[in-house]
């Protein structure tokens, strides 16, 4: 008779989760789950959706948060702040982009994946050539206003 060997395997067991009303028997909840991305406690996340529900009359989920929060972390970044405002000029291509930035075709590239994905930018082929620009006029008006703002005496 042969004996079997058993390797030993190392679990890694995950924290438990907070227990959210409406959250029933395990069953994942969003709220729960966004609020743990951003840091947060499910009061806190509770506060802050109802705060900014508050502060711009518009219903507000914890996700919706954390779009926003994704959209300023992105605005955050001088590159991709000057990529957002040369495309808020006129379409541009990504070479255009590149050169006009001084970034690696690559590295601009990636910036406007992230751009697009959260629809600050928007693309459209016409021939060979990809154009980006402004996804909607949203996203000016926050970029003017907060250049409007740095500037305010």
């Not at 609020?35 to 406690?41: D, E, F, H, M, Q």
């Not at 508050?54 to 989920?61: D, E, F, I, K, W």
């Amino acid at each position: 008779m042969s004996q079997s060997k058993t390797k030993s395997r190392k679990v890694a067991i995950a924290p438990a989760r907070p227990v959210i009303a409406g959250a029933e028997n395990g069953n994942d909840c969003l709220e729960c789950d966004t609020a743990a991305r951003l840091g947060l406690s499910t009061e806190q996340g509770e506060a802050v959706t109802r705060d900014a529900s508050r502060a711009t009359g518009h219903n507000l989920s914890l996700p919706d948060i954390e779009a926003a929060a994704k959209i300023f972390a992105l605005l955050g970044d001088a590159g991709r702040l000057q990529l957002v405002l040369r495309c808020m000029e006129k379409p541009q291509t990504v070479g255009e982009l590149a050169e006009a930035s001084g970034m690696s075709q690559s590295l601009t590239s990636h910036h406007l994946r992230q751009l697009r994905d959260q629809r600050i930018l928007a693309s459209e082929r016409n021939g060979r050539h990809i154009f980006y620009q402004i996804d909607d006029e949203h996203i000016s008006r926050v970029v003017r206003d907060v250049f409007a703002h740095v500037t305010h005496d």
